[in-house]
Structures are given as C-alpha cells and as structure tokens.
RNA sequence: GAGGGGGUGCCGGAGUGGUCAAACGGGCUGGGUUCAGGACCCAGUAGCUUAGUGCUUGCGCGGGUUCGAACCCCGUCCCCCUCACCA
C-alpha cells in the first residue's frame, strides 16, 4: 500500500491557497446575477476553544454552503462573534483586567480553530457585538422601540439569579426555576424597576406566522406555541356577596359553569387582604399566605411538594348564572395569570382535590350519558367530555357543543367578556452588569427620563472599570453616569444597566447582510437580496429564546420599515448534542474529545467526514474512535483511487454498470444534500468509491473513468475540501474544485444498464407483477444474468477427469488448464467437496445439466415471447449477482 | 397532566407496502498479505440444512387489513425531550 497522506499538512496548503484567491467572498448582490443563498451558523459565543458541538455545527453548514456554491449560487457564508457576556467579566472580576481584553483574546482563540477546520466563511465580513459599531445599533434600535412604546420600564416581581448578580428574563428560567446559565442555581424573586421590550405586542403574530416555518422541525414550533401559550377563554363577572364589585375569574370551559361551587384566589392578589380584612377568617387566611410564600420556595427545589393548601377568605360571591351564593378561598395552586381569579368545580382535578381535602361542596354538570351523577360520592374529577346536566337551558347539550354557544350566552347576559390570554410575558431587558451594550437613557430630575439624543450614539462602555467592587461595575464610573440632560442642559444620570445579550443575536443576521455599514444598521436592498436566511443551523436549546426574539425584532424592523420580511429563518436545522460513553461531552464528566487534537492527528477532513457521517444532523451523535479511524482509511482509500490505473483501449464490459453506479451516485448525493442528509450522501459516496475500486482492478475505460474521479471529487469535496483540491490538481486542472461546478446526473444512464432485473424462471409462469413489468417495456435486448453458468461444463469435465484419475492434484491441475481457470477460486473449494463424496457427483450433473437446458428453453420463449435477442451472460460477482437476484437455477434478467 | 419524537441485527443507524435476512459504517470470526504490529484485501457474522441450494424464524408486544407488511390500521408496553398546579 502507498504511504498515507499527511491529511494535516495538506489542510493548511489549501486554506492558504484559498485565503489568498479570496476564493470565498460573497459577491455584491446588486450587481451579481447570481441566485443568492444564505447559510447560517449560530453565531458562538467566543470562549477561547471550539468543542464538538460547534465542529458539527460548521461541518453542517459548511456542506451546505459549499453545495450550494458549487451550484453556481452566490453565497452569503459568514461569521461573527456574540462576544457580550458574563463570563468574559466574571473572568475579568476573577483575574483582574477589563472583559474587552478577555473578549478579543478569545476571539482570536475560536477563530484560529474555526480556520483550521477549513469552513469556508467570507471572513471579510465578520463582526464581534461587543464592538461599538455593533451595539451603536443596538442602542438605535432601543430608541426606535421606545419612540414607538415598545421598550417601556416598570416596575414588578422579576427573576434574579444570584450567581450571575443580574435580573433574567422569563425565558432564561428554566427547568424547575432555575437560571439557563447555572442550572443549580435557584433563581429569585426580587420587586424591581427594570426595562422590558413589549414582545405582546406581536404576540398574535408570532404565533399566527408559526405555521408559515413549514421547514422549522415540529418540535421548535410546538414549543414556540407552548410558550406563546395563547388561550381563548372568557372572564366570568362573579359579584361579591354584599357589595356592588365583582371579581373576573378567566376560564376556557364555561361549559362547567352551573357546578362552580366556590371561587379561589392567588395568594399574591391585592385582593386577598382587602377581602378577609374584618373577617374572622382574616388571622388564618394571613398565616397561610405567609405559609404559601414560604413554600413556594421549598416547591421549586422539591418536584413532589405539591400539596395544596389554602383558607376561606370569610367572603361569598354570587354564581351569576343560578345566584347561589358561593365561598372565596385563597390557595397556593393559583397562580397570577389571568385575573389571579378561578373558579372551581367538580371537573377539575385540582379543585377536586382542594375541595375534598376542606370539605367544599361539589357538584357535577357532565356525565357520559347526560343522566345526574353525584359528585359527593366521587372519588376524583370528572375530566371526560359528555352530555350536560342541570344546567338550565344547556341541559342535555353535549358540553363541548355547548362551550361557544355558552360563551357568547353569558357575554350577552353581562355575565362575562370574552378574553384571549398569552401566556408570553414582556421581555425584561435589563442587565445590572457592565459587558453588554449600555441602555441608551439619561434620568434628569426635571425631564424625567430622557432618550439620548441619535446624534450622541454610541453611548460607549468606559475603558476602565472597578470590576472587584461588587455589584454593577458600571455604576462605579463617575465619568459615565454624570452626564447632562439633552433636553434641559442641567446635570443628570445615565442609565447603569446594560442590555441583554439576546439583543444583539436578535438581529445580527441582518448585519451579515450589509456588516461594514457606518451610516445605518444595514442597507435595506442589499438585505433584502440575501434575506430570510436560506438555511439556518443551530442547537435546540435556543428553540424558544433566541430564535422568537430574532422573529420579534424582524417583524419590528418590518415595521420600522427597514426590511420587507415578516420572518428571519426560511429553513431551520436543529442539532443533536455530541454524545460520548452515551452521555453529553462536558467537562465535569470528563468525557470531552477535543476537536484540536482530532485535527492534529487526522486532518480536519477526516473530523468533518466522520462527524457528517456518524449521524443524521439532527440526532445525537455517539462519538466513537474507531469510527474516526475508519473516515480516515475511508479518505486513505479515495486518495490511493487515481493511482496505477490501467487503461484499455475503448470501453469496457463493465461500463454500463460503473457509469449506472456513478449517475445513481450523483443524483442520490445530490438530493441527500439538498436535504442536509449528509450522512446519507456519504454513504452514497462510500458505495461509489467501492464501485470504483473493483472497476480499477481490471482496465478502465479511460473517458468514463476521468469522469467518475471528476464527479467523485466534486461530491466529496463539501465534505473533504482540502484532500479534494489536491486530487482535483492531481487530476491537472488548475482551478478549485471548490468552486467546481456540481455534478449533473443522467437518470437515462442510471436506467440504461437494469432497466428491469427480475426474478425470472418460474416468476414468468406465476408472478403477475413479472409479466407485468414486462408488459410495460418493449424491450431491445434481453440479458439473462445466470450465477455460475460455468458448472455445467464444470460437471462434465469432472466426470470426465474422475474416469481417468483418482488423484485430487492432477484433476485440478487439468481443469486449471482448462478455459475454466478463470474460476479457480471457487473451483479450489468445490472439488475436494466433490471428491469426498462421488456418489453424488451423478446427481450434482444431472442438476446442472437441467439448469443449462432451463436456460436455454427460457432463452428461446423469451425471445420468442418479446421477439429480441436474449443472450446468457454470467454475472461478474457474487455481490453483483445478488444484486440482480441472479441464482442457480433462478437467473436475471436485464431487459434494454 | 398537555404536546412532540422514538422503539430495526453485536453496536451506530438506513429503509415507510413487494427485488429485505435488511443500505452504509463499526465490531467480531476466519483467510490472504506482512519479520511482527498497524494498514490493506477477501469471506462470514438469526437458526437449521446443502457441493451449489433451500427452509424456518425475524424489525418492542398482541391483533387486523392485504395475494403480500419492518413499512398501513387498532390496541398495548416501554424510552427520550419540551412545557407544566395556565383554570
């Protein structure tokens, strides 16, 4: 075998090569005629090493973008950096130094990994977002959001996570209330004054445009919706026993109305206090509050503690709908949403449970058939659906038949309004932390609070900080904070909170389009030449947060009229984790593959080929060494193809396959990666590669074999780029194969050389589908593909020797000498299998004798049958035998 | 509880009505090559059986539709993920 490549080595040539011909560069859309195709990869937070997950990512989407290219696409491939963020200050409160130092250091770091690997971005375009020509425009956006009363501060109970010293927003709570950045952190309620864009205000939108990502995965859209959580419902007008108020209770089954027997009340509802004050009731109903707000705590760390608690408030409300008089309660497993007001019945199992456990009065309105059942007997809620009872004019209905017309009913009455709830809240965008962009607002005692002027843009973070004082490092400058009033010119306080770093991933993707521009965020028909996103690629995890803020700020910046597209991501691709001894590669398991070492060792190729091919994208993805080994004897393998090939003088008998095999390649791996099933279009290329190596080891037939290296190199190089250019200049051509045009198949050479291979003898007396495909082709020329057609002859020449000798050496070497040498492989096994028992040798040539007679007999009714030449031909390999079911006695047919 | 995705060989993982004992890769076994290891090449890898063949079983479990099912339908069990006292 030849010596291996150094597949390494032969990396950093060709990126060298690459980066001095410029050779990945988008082309200004205005001018080119070329179809644009936008590929995107999550943007990384720059932490200084590229680990598995990211590897995956940028093969991905390199592939594609490659693909793409080579389809004569002009491709928008870029890359940046999300470079604001806690851990580059937490480092920088740690060690000493500003995060802008940490920032770009790391930068440099991620960089020089992403470009061993050989992706293929237009690197002119790049951009950090911690760089003031970024968050100038964060900051610009910001006030275009509050001229219009989109970013609004308030005050309220909102999510603080100690570790990170900082306010989150709703969607970086996760799990069981914990902070998305510390999952053993415990995240807090804290009451305060904070910045919040109006995400509501979209939130029909967001939701209705779920349904035009027909190329999202369900999974993200469902979760989108989940969180969206609309609801279609109606508040119930509950008069308060005794007075002229009522209490809104929002439900989305009215239906249940006539077996509500008490109401109940978040214990955070203003309300509670103000209704038991007076009351006999008052003194316990303040002491399970209290119990509930300290419970709520114990709660979120103890999946099981959900007991429900609560108090009778001493108060009634009248059930509109009969005027009984009903009691309030207070209870822990209400919560503020809606009103903070519920009302209760039978047919809920948490009420349910609640009332048994106080011993309320409950009461059943549906049953299966409609007849009373009685729910004091009951052992749990009746959550079924079914024909209403005593329920006055409903009587009878099925319930869910019932639910609109009730809906509208007791709207008309005044008994209640109709009311559509989210369950989406308004994102809360400030940070009380200092690497992020600055929030552009100035507090002045006499104008209040003031935007900052666009011409004063950026409000830029200080060079120098006191990170180790604790808290806000920002509020620590002077220089920074005393500032004046744009409006009245007397001294005033800037904002200290900076943005959430959701900001700036919510629209770099349209700064991609257009980065270098210092006159607007972007150019608006520039964008809109590359804009939606084509394909965009990145982990699950930011199924919900980043990807419904980056659709909220596109339909913002529509309306700001700055682009002409309701959403961002036209095609969205979510990745697997990297998995290794079946569980997630992290540091604190310990069971991390570094990608440096890999490409140290292998090559980026042989990393990117066996991360393409170990999984569908998105799939987990078990990391495996030896698979990594066989990528790269798989690239060892291709890299040995070209050489000492054996040229013939024309073509081959084994033409029609090879270039049926190479056309089938090329249309499968074609499709496969359009449909970013790269690891389905590895395997055609593994086959194909096979097919190829077989060919070459009898002579080649020169014009079909340049072609299918032509092809084969083309296909691979997505995936292989750098051992691909030094094939395709092996080959003599001095351009790059990766901007090489992409192979176009012929689907009448994939037909031509099995047009039909069938299951034949007794298929043309009994299988209908036989004689029906047939019927369907005219044929010019039949093939018979038979297994082994030389054992007839074989028999016969057996007998004849076992008449003469007895000795096993001769009679081999006498059917060695014979034409049938050429099966010498088989031939060595079946004699001595022959020998051990010649009794059956009779038998054994009866058999073949009748096999060869079949044949001839099918030869002639097919020929007659489809008036055409029908010829016997031996069928090269087992393999290829198999594949056209070519057997003893059960030949194949191959109809042209 | 609601929603989403799954259960295929020793393993990863294709296949969604016939050409399926099941692509492609890995592993393992045997053979070749080699001083040896690696690499490379060939064959085998459900059970029984033959010199070649063939038969049976088989794609979580049970049933159904069909001439025919890993694939369609019904039931059932299990696994993973997301959201969750949202009324």
Known sequence: MAERLNLKELSVKWQAKWAAAELFKTEDPLTSAKETYYCLEMYPYPSGYLHMGHVRNYSLGDVKARFERMKGKNVLYPMGYDSFGLPAENAAIQDGGHPHDVTEKNIDGIKQQQKLMGISYDWSREFATSHPDYYIWNQWFFLKMFGKGLAYKKGGLVNWCPKCNTVLANEQVIGDGVCWRHEDTEVEQKELEQWYLKITDYADELLADIDKLEHWPDRVRTMQRNWIGRSEGIDIHFPLDGTDKILPAYTTRCDTIYSVTFVVIAPEHPLVMELCKGTPQEEEVKRVVKEIRKQTEIERTSPEGKDKIGAFLGRYAINPVNGEKIP???????????????????????????????????????????????????????????????????????????????????????????????????????????WGTPIPIIYCDDCGTVPVPEKDLPIELPKQADFQAGGNPLATVEEFVNTTCPTCGKAAKRETDTMDTFVDSSWYFLRFCDPGNAKEAFNKKITEKFMPVDQYIGGIEHAVLHLLYARFFTKVARDLKMIDVDEPFARLLTLGMVTKDGAKMSKSIGNTVDPGEIIDKFGPDTARLFILFAALPDKELEWSDQGVEASHRFLQRVAALPNEVTYADGPTKHDTYVQSKLHSAIKGVTTEFENLRHSMAIQHLMELVGVLQKYKEGEVHKSLWDDALEALIKMLSPVAPHLCEELWAGLGHDSFVSVASWPVHDEEKINKHAEAAIEAVDALETDIRTVLNLANITPKKITLFVAEPWKFDFALLMKEQLEQTADPKEILSAIMSSPLKQYGQQITKLVPAILKDRSKLPEYLMQQEEESKLYESFTQELGERFNCDVIVEQAADSKEAKAKQAMPGKPAILVA
């Not at 004091?376 to 959550?383: C, F, Q, V």
């Not at 329920?391 to 017309?405: D, I, Y």
């Open 328 to 434: 309030i309660w207070v209870a822990n497993f209400v919560m503020m949403y809606g009103t903070g007001i519920v009302m209760a019945d039978a047919h809920d199992q948490r009420d349910f449970e609640f009332a048994q456990k106080y011993d309320i009065p409950l009461k059943f309105v549906i049953s299966d058939d409609g007849l009373p059942i009685d729910a004091s007997k009951a052992s749990r809620a009746y959550l079924n659906d079914g024909t209403l009872f005593d329920s006055g004019e409903w009587s009878g209905m099925n319930n869910r038949e019932a639910l609109p017309e009730m809906t509208d009913w007791l709207e008309k009455k005044k008994w209640g309004e109709k009311q559509v709830n989210f369950k989406l809240r308004d994102w809360l965008i400030s940070r009380q932390r200092f």
